[in-house]
């Protein structure tokens, strides 16, 4: 079964570090490039990181670019997601998700997602 | 970037009506257009891909059609599983955008 099960979620103060995984099962992890898109409380989905197959090429949100690092440990079939300096606006839902370039580069399969919370 | 603007906010329709999402980009994106749907509590799942293409498992009362900025998501039945929110998706360009979502209730 393809499945994508995140973790590391956790409550930091503002301007701590915390690091997300995603552990990818039931496919051949390096063949795709993946995301991470976030969801604030009651609030919409917001892109957030991507990184293509290899990891040789990453691209950030403006609201987030300078402060968090994707990168992903094929031989681990894991994506992370490093968040630093972070602040009350980040608190939200983190997906990761699979992105499938054959049908229109859309994301096929999510995660269930891990909470992070970012309050004094 | 690229900005996608749903409509309605929120619907509410009774089971068996016809339901229609419309969602427009604030530029050309082809058909570069996919559809989500969230159920409470849940990750968002692929409904419709490349604009009107319906994902493996997905029950065909759902439709998608448009290209170019406009486009709509069409339920035929309104189902009461199909009680969720629904979002479009641009994947033309980076940075991937999302409308602000369409809540889905039953009368």
């Known amino acids: 079964e393809v499945q994508l099960l995140e973790s590391g979620g956790d409550s930091v103060q503002p301007g701590g570090s915390l690091r997300v995984s995603c552990a990818a099962s039931?496919?051949?992890?390096?063949?795709?490039?993946m995301s991470w898109v976030r969801q604030a409380p009651g609030k919409g989905l917001e892109w957030v990181s991507a990184?293509?197959?290899?990891?040789?090429?990453?691209y950030y949100a403006d609201s987030v670019k300078g402060r968090f690092t994707i990168s992903r440990d094929n031989s681990k079939n894991t994506l992370y997601l490093q968040m630093n300096s972070l602040r009350a606006e980040d608190t939200a839902v983190y997906y990761c998700?699979?992105?499938?370039?054959?049908?229109?580069?859309?994301?096929?399969?999510w995660g269930q997602g891990t909470m992070v919370t970012v309050s004094s | 970037d690229i900005q996608m603007t749903q409509s309605p906010s929120s619907l509410s329709a009774s089971v068996g009506d016809r339901v229609t999402i419309t969602c427009r980009a604030s530029?050309?994106?082809?058909?570069?257009l996919n559809w989500y749907q969230q159920k409470a509590g849940k990750a968002p799942s692929l409904l419709i891909y490349?604009?009107?293409s319906l994902q493996s498992g997905v029950p065909s009362r759902f439709t998608g059609s448009g290209s170019g900025t406009d486009f709509t998501l069409t339920i035929s039945s309104l189902q009461p599983e199909d009680v969720a929110t629904y979002y479009c998706?641009?994947?033309?360009?980076?940075?991937?955008?999302f409308g602000q979502g369409t809540k889905l209730e039953i009368k």
């Open positions: 039931g496919f051949t992890f390096s063949s795709y490039p």
């Open positions: 490349a604009a009107s």
């Open positions: 998706q641009q994947s033309s360009s980076i940075p991937d955008t």
């Open positions: 990184i293509s197959g290899s990891g040789g090429s990453t």
């Open positions: 530029q050309n994106i082809n058909n570069y």
């Open positions: 998700a699979r992105r499938v370039l054959s049908t229109g580069r859309t994301f096929d399969i």
